[in-house]
């Protein structure tokens, strides 16, 4: 609630106030963007609570709260399923757990992130008319989250996978319909987005170079209940074979495997684990190019939609290892509260990157008049968004005006905290930016780049401008003026 503004949130907010609902049809983001029931939301809370941030937050948290109660109600019909003797407890229990995964601080406490919200809270409200015999109201609410995200594209899919009361197979119009529905959508973006083809067949945003779809899925699978690993980690495991990382995830599947075993569940539980393991699989597809970080939270957003499975899938494995009697219900309760403690750490880090935009944003040096260049800002607090993109929105709606030019930035890269000292000055012609070790530069003029952490860069003084500033230690300094 106290988080604030972050980076798009700023991009998305200022095309609002220029192009209103078409904010979400194509503009500078070229037409790949297509969201317009996000749109709508945001531009709701903005009309509402104008620049107050927490107002935005206090909706992403209903939404949050909304798609837990929905993986509890869809719970409760797949521990049925699953003949589970308590299939209220375990379902209650999964979205206490499923509230507070580590992996959600991203959509959740980021504004922006609530285009996987929405799409989930859609999409588990189609599943739930869908299981309940309801086809037609579920496929609405289907083409309404795919308007906020297009996370939940293999829904139908999931659905041919999930069984209906007292349904043996699905009927041919069902099938028929569930077919179409994902292709109808993609037709449709094709022709309104003729940019998308292209990016899906050459990359485009969607690339992950050196990221092996094989990885990515082990990646996902710890990512959505594991926090953050320590950046001291990183070049200790950089090294590591794929084989040797995943040793723990193997070494778990064989005692789980090994103990079910020795207790030989049900025909019906063991079919509900089969299905919520190929339930996840699907939801996770769209995704599965998508690099998750290990060591901080971007990008993590992606596993939301598919956490919801996975959640319920780890629930039923407890019931099967431990029954569901207290030894479950202790398991589960304390995998809930080791999840708080995570989330609530990851929730302040992202409250002080908000707090750090607002700093930047609203230092008077940047509202200036003149050609001013800014040599440095923070990309991230430790993976929370600072200023990957939307400094000069931020700064208009700081001082409620747009400067009379933008300014222009260097370079971005990571900070672990606000009290970093970065240091940037002046050689003959060039600005030299050195940051501390540990950290990287992640965009120089624009262009985004990876790998390569600290070091020194040095940049050509950009022709015409007249005040150079630069950042460090949380603040705005000034470099130079001509």
């Known amino acids: 609630m106290t988080t604030g503004f972050q980076s798009d949130d700023f991009v998305l907010i200022g095309r609002i106030d220029r192009s209103g609902f078409f904010a979400s049809w194509g503009g500078p983001d070229g037409d790949l963007f297509m969201r317009p029931g996000t749109i709508l939301s945001l531009m709701a809370d903005r009309a509402v609570w104008g620049s107050r941030a927490g107002g935005f937050h206090a909706t992403n948290l209903l939404l949050h709260i909304a798609a837990c109660l ?29 509230a507070v995964l580590p992996s959600h601080s991203e959509a959740v406490c980021w504004v922006s992130g609530r285009t996987d919200l929405l799409a989930t809270v859609f999409g588990l409200a189609a599943t739930l008319l869908f299981i309940r015999g309801r086809t037609v109201p579920a496929l609405l609410l289907y083409a309404a989250g ?6 939940i594209l293999l829904l139908p899919a999931i659905w041919a996978i999930i069984p209906r009361p007292g349904e043996k197979r699905k009927s041919t119009p069902v099938i028929i319909a ?9 037709a449709f973006r094709l022709v309104a987005s003729p940019g998308l083809f292209e990016a899906l067949t050459t990359g485009g945003q969607l690339a992950s170079p050196g990221w092996s779809i094989g990885g990515n899925v082990v990646r996902a699978l710890l990512r959505t209940f594991q926090p953050p690993l320590p950046q001291g980690a990183e070049e200790t495991m950089r090294g590591l074979p794929p084989a040797v990382a995943a ?4 070494a778990f599947t064989a005692l789980v495997v090994f103990v079910i075993a020795h207790r030989k569940p049900s025909r019906a539980l063991v079919g ?8 996840w699989l699907v939801a996770l597809l769209p995704a599965l190019r998508m690099k998750v970080a290990v060591f901080d939270t971007q990008s993590e957003r992606f596993l939301y939609f598919p956490g919801t499975a996975l959640i319920l899938l780890f629930a039923l494995l407890i019931s099967a290892t431990a029954g569901e009697g207290r030894a479950a219900t202790v398991l589960l309760s304390a995998s809930a509260a080791l999840g708080f403690i995570s989330t609530m750490h990851l929730a302040r880090n992202w409250s002080e990157a908000g707090a750090l935009c607002a700093d930047i944003a609203g230092n008077p040096a940047l509202s200036g008049r003149g050609n001013t260049v800014l040599a440095n800002v923070p990309d991230n607090l430790n993976g929370a968004y600072v200023f990957r993109n939307g400094l000069n929105e931020a700064v208009a709606m700081a001082c409620g005006t747009w400067p009379d030019e933008p300014v222009g930035v260097l370079s971005t890269h990571s900070v672990s905290s606000r009290a970093d000292t970065v240091d940037v000055r002046v050689s003959g012609d060039s600005i030299r930016i050195t940051i501390p070790g540990g950290e990287r530069f992640c965009s120089v003029d624009g262009i985004p780049r990876s790998g390569g952490e600290g070091g020194t860069i040095a940049l050509p003084i950009p022709a015409g401008a007249e005040r150079i500033l630069y950042y460090s230690s949380g603040s705005i300094r000034e470099l130079m003026v001509r």
Do not use: D, Q, W
Not at 74 to 96: D, N, Q
Not at 146 to 151: H, P, R
Not at 247 to 250: C, E, H, Y
């Open 70 to 98: 929905l993986v509890m109600s869809i719970g409760k019909h797949v521990f049925e399923l699953a003949g589970l003797r308590k299939p209220g407890l375990f379902s209650f229990l999964s979205a206490c757990l499923f």
């Open 272 to 279: 509900a684990a089969l299905a919520l393991a190929a339930v």
């Open 146 to 151: 795919m308007l906020c995200k297009e996370s």
């Open 247 to 250: 040793l723990p995830l193997a």
């Open 178 to 186: 569930l077919a179409l529905a994902p292709a109808a959508y993609t």
